[in-house]
């Protein structure tokens, strides 16, 4: 059980990183076309980025592996046999710097990174100017043999993936944002206003809502397939071609697969 809530922080991790990651990604294309041509290519540093993001959220979330036990317990009512995942911590402020540290890493500093990656893609998207100009002349121009529709076609799918990974973001930012703030606030409240037994009273409502935001924050991960069903022409062809067992080409020509 403690397992699954760990790998389960750890994949939350992952995917906020991912996103970020993504977001200069998008910048970096809009910005410097040409340098990313070479990062793109490079399956190494695909490679490498892929595994940072899921070691550096292993490490961030490595405390709470180490602090989660096993308890076993007899229920009053039937006596049957319970076991619950705990967290036991050495002290409330340790339990209160994780959170803060978990809060500043995970949903703050990408927020921050992917607010200014989409900011500054945004503007040199609609601005045009030098850098449009050199995105005409380096790269996409050329797959269409010169033609401007090429690079007329190539500008808008950047700017749709823009949006669609905004959206993503977006979204992120606001259903994890009430978990951090609940989250938050039963470690810096005092301890008789957690633990009040009366299901009706102050404490039973905090516990019910901290439930339904980590709910609501997990759900995200659901919300993204169909994001990038509705916004993305690609995601949508390749899964309707996966669904109906077809090869999809580079033109976008499906062929039937013969089993």
């Not at 397992?3 to 990604?25: F, K, Q, W, Y």
Request: with cysteine; hydrophobic share 45%; glycine share 10%.
């Amino acid at each position: 059980m403690c397992v699954r809530v760990c790998v389960t922080g750890v994949s939350v991790g992952a995917s906020v990183m991912t996103i970020m990651l993504l977001s200069i990604d998008r910048y970096v294309a809009v910005r410097h076309p040409v340098k990313s041509r070479h990062f793109s290519s490079a399956g190494v540093v695909i490679a490498t980025a892929l595994l940072a993001t899921w070691v550096v959220a292993g490490v961030i979330m490595a405390p709470l592996a180490a602090m989660r036990s096993v308890d076993s317990g007899q229920l009053p009512s039937s006596g049957e046999q319970l076991s619950v995942c705990y967290e036991h911590w050495p002290s409330k402020r340790s339990r209160q710097a994780f959170d803060v540290t978990l809060c500043v890493f995970i949903y703050v500093v990408p927020g921050v990174v992917v607010a200014t990656s989409y900011i500054a893609t945004g503007r040199t998207l609609l601005s045009g100017g030098h850098h449009a100009a050199l995105l005409r002349r380096n790269g996409d121009s050329t797959t269409t043999g010169g033609g401007g529709g090429g690079f007329e076609r190539a500008l808008a799918g950047r700017r749709r993936a823009a949006i669609m990974l905004l959206l993503v973001a977006l979204l992120f930012a606001s259903f994890w944002l009430p978990y951090h703030v609940i989250n938050l606030y039963l470690d810096f409240v005092p301890s008789s206003t957690v633990t009040s037994s009366s299901y009706g009273g102050k404490g039973g409502w905090l516990r019910w809502l901290a439930s339904l935001s980590l709910l609501l924050g997990h759900s995200h991960s659901a919300q993204n397939p169909i994001i990038y069903f509705v916004m993305s022409k690609a995601f949508k062809r390749d899964l309707i071609a996966l669904l109906t067992c077809r090869l999809v080409t580079s033109h976008g020509h499906g062929h039937q697969v013969s089993s």
